[in-house]
Every structure is written in structure tokens, then in C-alpha cells.
């Protein structure tokens, strides 16, 4: 499959996806669910086609960890609106996906074939899968914090404060699943499970972020404002350990995280 063919398949997924969005806001559930699940059919059908083009996972570069995050998000957004039915996720997931497919469409990058030695590992792809999938959870999350915050006029309810703590719950668990596979992979590419490599610093900052607003919002009479504070600024470290640490000096050259092409 050439990668110039991903804007058929990007569209099409797109165009059903929005038609999922609009069913769930016009409480039409079935037709909800069976655009959104052709339009991920379809979109994991032309990561399947890089993955057997390219002769390995499709997720070394950014494009390409792009790709699972931009077909992650409205499966996330499935996930939630089948267990809480809230209607504004499949448009929110919607949306992100659109974003993060227009930077792959006007800034594509070189897809070869080669593959260094550590990347070779079959802990590599579920290590990088299950991120992708922890990210857009909690992304989702911070969408839903950034509403409480800042365009909800209203206190927000318990129920909304349980939505927000399920997804981060559920992101936080992928999260841990993610580092557990790399240090398996790290332990078998380079003898050691840990090196504090400035990915691996900033995986632990992060990790440790969304520790505090779990135990935070465990604690008795806390402030809500301040927890969703807390969970805007751990999804800062979370961009930060994903793409940010690609533009520090100390990570230039040194660090085998960074993505290039």
C-alpha cells in the first residue's frame, strides 16, 4: 500500500465518523455505533495495508504513531459513549482525529522499511500500541476537564466527576501496561529495564502526575477545580513525553525514543 492512497481512507473513515457524531446527538444509537465501527474498519484497514507494505509495525515515526492515534481516539470515544452514552465524545474524538490526520496529510514523512536492530524486538509494537491507546483516553479526559473548567457554567455534577476518573483510570492502567512492555523490550534491545533515558524520564514524570490526581481525588474534602488543574497540567507532561522531549538538546543524538524518519 502506498502512503499516497491514505487520504481516500482518511476521508472516508472521517466522513462516517461524523456521521456517528451527528447519530449520537440526535440519539439514533444504532446508526451511532455502525458508521463509527465501518469508519474504524476502514481506517485500521490501511494501517494493516502499511503494516504488511512497510515489512514491520507502522510505528516508527510520528506520521506513523499518527496513524494509531488518530484511529485510538474514536475508538476511545466508542468505548465511552457505549458505557456512558455521553453524546459530545464521538464529536470531540471526531475532531482530534481530523487534527492529527490533516498534520499527517500537508506533513507527510519518509515511510521506509528500515528498522534498526532495538526496534526489531516483539515487545516493540504492543509497548508503542497500548500508549496510543493510554493517550487518547486520557486525552479525552482533558477535554472533558477543560469543559468543567473553563465553559461549564454550572458546578459539575458527581457524574461527571466519575466519567472524568473512569477515563483517566482506564488511560492510566494502558499507561502502565505501555511501561511495563518497554522495559521487557528495553531489557531484551539492551540488557537493562530502565536507563533514564529522557523518554524514560519523562514516561516516569508522567506516570507520576496522573498517580497524584487519582490520590488526590481519593482525598476527603478536596477541590475539584484543583484536581482538573492537576490533570491539565499532567496531560502538558504527557505531550511533553510524547513529542516534546523530540526538540531537547539532550535528547538529540543520545536518546533511542526520539522519533525520525
Same mark, same amino acid.
Given at each position: 500500500?502506498?502512503?499516497? @492512497?491514505?487520504?481516500?481512507?482518511? #476521508?472516508?473513515?472521517?466522513?462516517?465518523?461524523?456521521?456517528?457524531?451527528? *447519530?449520537?446527538?440526535?440519539?439514533?444509537?444504532?446508526?451511532?455505533?455502525?458508521?463509527?465501527?465501518?469508519?474504524?474498519?476502514?481506517?485500521?484497514?490501511?494501517?494493516?495495508?502499511?503494516?504488511?507494505?512497510?515489512?514491520?509495525?507502522?510505528? =516508527?515515526?510520528?506520521?506513523?504513531? =499518527?496513524?494509531?492515534?488518530?484511529?485510538?481516539?474514536?475508538?476511545?470515544?466508542?468505548?465511552?459513549?457505549?458505557?456512558?452514552?455521553?453524546?459530545?465524545?464521538?464529536?470531540?474524538?471526531?475532531?482530534?482525529?481530523?487534527?492529527?490526520?490533516?498534520?499527517?496529510?500537508?506533513?507527510?514523512?519518509?515511510?521506509?522499511?528500515?528498522?534498526?536492530?532495538?526496534?526489531?524486538?516483539?515487545?516493540?509494537?504492543?509497548?508503542?500500541?497500548? @500508549?496510543?491507546?493510554? @493517550?487518547?483516553?486520557?486525552? *479525552?479526559?482533558?477535554?472533558?476537564?477543560?469543559?468543567?473548567?473553563?465553559?461549564?457554567?454550572?458546578?459539575?455534577?458527581?457524574?461527571?466527576?466519575?466519567?472524568?476518573?473512569?477515563?483517566?483510570?482506564?488511560?492510566?492502567?494502558?499507561?502502565?501496561? $505501555?511501561?511495563?512492555?518497554?522495559?521487557?523490550?528495553?531489557?531484551?534491545?539492551?540488557?537493562?529495564?530502565?536507563?533514564?533515558?529522557?523518554?524514560?524520564?519523562?514516561?516516569?514524570?508522567?506516570?507520576?502526575? @496522573?498517580?497524584?490526581?487519582?490520590?488526590?481525588? =481519593?482525598?476527603?474534602?478536596?477541590?475539584?477545580?484543583?484536581?482538573?488543574?492537576?490533570?491539565?497540567?499532567?496531560?502538558?507532561?504527557?505531550?511533553?513525553?510524547?513529542? $516534546?522531549?523530540?526538540?531537547?538538546?539532550?535528547?538529540?543524538?543520545?536518546? #533511542?525514543?526520539?522519533?525520525?524518519?
Amino acid at each position: 500500500m502506498d502512503w499516497s @492512497y491514505f487520504v481516500y481512507f482518511a #476521508v472516508t473513515a472521517l466522513l462516517l465518523w461524523g456521521v456517528g457524531a451527528y *447519530a449520537a446527538w440526535r440519539q439514533k444509537v444504532g446508526l451511532a455505533y455502525t458508521t463509527t465501527v465501518i469508519g474504524l474498519l476502514v481506517f485500521f484497514s490501511f494501517i494493516i495495508s502499511m503494516w504488511i507494505s512497510l515489512e514491520r509495525p507502522p510505528l =516508527r515515526t510520528m506520521g506513523e504513531t =499518527r496513524l494509531w492515534y488518530s484511529f485510538f481516539l474514536p475508538f476511545a470515544g466508542l468505548m465511552v459513549y457505549s458505557r456512558w452514552k455521553y453524546k459530545w465524545i464521538l464529536s470531540f474524538s471526531t475532531l482530534m482525529s481530523l487534527i492529527f490526520i490533516m498534520v499527517n496529510l500537508f506533513k507527510p514523512e519518509i515511510h521506509s522499511k528500515a528498522l534498526m536492530p532495538a526496534l526489531q524486538s516483539p515487545w516493540f509494537a504492543p509497548h508503542v500500541i497500548v @500508549y496510543m491507546f493510554a @493517550y487518547a483516553l486520557l486525552g *479525552a479526559a482533558t477535554v472533558m476537564a477543560v469543559y468543567l473548567l473553563f465553559f461549564k457554567k454550572k458546578p459539575a455534577t458527581d457524574e461527571e466527576f466519575e466519567i472524568t476518573d473512569n477515563m483517566v483510570y482506564v488511560g492510566f492502567a494502558f499507561m502502565t501496561f $505501555g511501561m511495563l512492555f518497554g522495559a521487557l523490550w528495553a531489557k531484551e534491545a539492551w540488557g537493562h529495564y530502565w536507563s533514564w533515558d529522557p523518554k524514560e524520564t519523562w514516561a516516569a514524570i508522567t506516570w507520576f502526575a @496522573y498517580l497524584i490526581y487519582i490520590h488526590y481525588r =481519593r482525598i476527603p474534602n478536596h477541590q475539584p477545580r484543583l484536581a482538573l488543574w492537576i490533570l491539565l497540567v499532567s496531560f502538558v507532561l504527557l505531550q511533553m513525553c510524547w513529542w $516534546g522531549i523530540n526538540y531537547l538538546p539532550s535528547a538529540q543524538g543520545s536518546s #533511542v525514543h526520539t522519533y525520525s524518519s
